[in-house]
């Protein structure tokens, strides 16, 4: 396999978003991922390179590139799965969000938005009441199940056209998680979700190309969720519920 | 949410009406008649003239929402050119289409 190049010529963004791009020499190895080659820089090549990881292993969502063009999570990224023979891989900081230094890129946007499409439990019971008894045979449990794993990497984000042309839409991962909060039998906040969810920049923006639920690590599919969601205002809208 | 609505809604509408049209064109198409002999039937026909205007106004409503969509997706416009550009679209369809009923309709009383 590593028969091939011996070394990996990496570009790397540079800067602030009126950076540049950076090549560097790094060793090819029959296991490695991306991030191993951002570290590999970090620490042999270049000390002032800036990027973010946490947990290494596909659980905290922090670690999310522009790799090759697509955005991914970079330490369960192979090096054989985006590099062909000639050795090359470009690396930049996420899409869609605006550049902080190098490969970081400033996730408050994606989190605000997530904040402002309810995406957040809303209690109705106190910790004196019994506990809640779900079932995990329900149709809405296992709607909520299905997009529950999500790390919020902001690869979805990334990806999605109407993210890059609306800036005032919520975005897959947002829509995606009020989709979990909207079947959650516990939550008390399905009115207030769902006129965050169909304002100006909600579900309602969304084409539905699937460019998320290409992207996703996990293999999420937040169309399917946003068009949950659409059903969902569609149904509150004839019942009254919504303007 | 109100133009969402409206915009599936009209969608919606005209997938029946879209399959009565395409039947209707098979089978004028089959039995190869001619175009003065499809007038001969559409003229006077209030039932057929109903049937187009709604599929005309459904069409100038559903295409005018939509390109409303895409101007505020591809065109760095507010939503008041976005709304201005909904109406004058969306007009011009009604206009055309409602033009094309009454000459489908009422054969003369255009030209
Ligand atoms: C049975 C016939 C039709 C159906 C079922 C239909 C359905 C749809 C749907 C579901 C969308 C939303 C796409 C999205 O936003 O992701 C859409 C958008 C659109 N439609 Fe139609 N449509 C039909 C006929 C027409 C006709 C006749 C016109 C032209 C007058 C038209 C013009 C548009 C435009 C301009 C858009 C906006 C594109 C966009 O938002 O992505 N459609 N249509
Ligand atoms: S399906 Fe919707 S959320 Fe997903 S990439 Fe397309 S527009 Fe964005
Ligand atoms: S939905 Fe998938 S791609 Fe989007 S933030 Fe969650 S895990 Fe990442
Ligand atoms: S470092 Fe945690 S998901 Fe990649």
Redesign the pocket.
């Known amino acids: 396999m590593s028969n091939t190049a011996k070394h990996l010529s990496v570009s790397v963004w540079r800067g602030f978003a009126d950076g540049h791009y950076q090549t560097f020499e790094v060793p090819r190895q029959d296991n490695q991922t991306v991030l191993d080659v951002v570290t590999w820089i970090q620490r042999n090549t270049e000390p002032s390179l800036a990027y973010r990881f946490a947990c290494r292993v596909g659980v905290c969502g922090s670690c999310a590139m522009t790799v090759n063009g697509r955005p991914r999570w970079t330490c369960r990224t192979h090096i054989s799965k985006v590099v062909d023979q000639d050795g090359k891989l470009e690396l930049a900081p996420l899409a869609n969000l605006p550049p902080i230094k190098d490969l970081v890129a400033d996730m408050r946007p994606f989190f605000d938005k997530w904040e402002k499409a309810e995406g957040k439990f809303h209690p109705s019971k106190t910790r004196v009441d019994p506990m809640a008894t779900i079932s995990p045979e329900t149709t809405k449990r296992q709607a909520a199940d299905k997009a529950i794993e999500c790390i919020n990497c902001g690869v979805c984000y990334a990806a999605c056209d109407s993210v890059r042309w609306n800036p005032a839409y919520l975005g897959p991962a947002a829509l995606n998680r009020a989709w979990t909060l909207a079947n959650d039998e516990r939550d008390a906040g399905g009115p207030q979700r769902l006129k965050a969810v169909s304002a100006n920049g909600g579900c309602h923006s969304?084409?539905?190309h699937q460019s998320c639920e290409q992207h996703c690590p996990i293999g999420l599919n937040p169309t399917e969720s946003i068009a949950g969601l659409k059903r969902l205002t569609v149904d509150a809208y004839i019942r009254g519920e919504l303007s | 949410m109100r133009l969402y609505i409206l915009?599936?809604g009209t969608?919606?509408l005209?997938?029946p009406?879209?399959a009565i049209h395409l039947a209707l064109i098979v089978y004028a198409t089959g039995n190869g008649l001619t175009a003065s002999e499809i007038l001969a039937r559409t003229r006077g026909s209030i039932a057929w003239g109903l049937f187009y205007q709604v599929f005309v106004i459904a069409?100038?409503v559903?295409?005018a929402?939509?390109?409303r969509?895409?101007a505020r997706d591809w065109l760095r416009i507010g939503p008041r050119p976005q709304t201005g550009l909904m109406w004058g679209f969306g007009l011009l369809?009604l206009a055309f289409g409602t033009r094309a009923v009454i000459a489908v309709v009422f054969p003369g009383s255009l030209s």
């Open positions: 969304c084409h539905s | 915009q599936r969608a919606a005209m997938v009406l879209i069409a100038a559903h295409g929402i939509g390109l969509s895409v369809l």
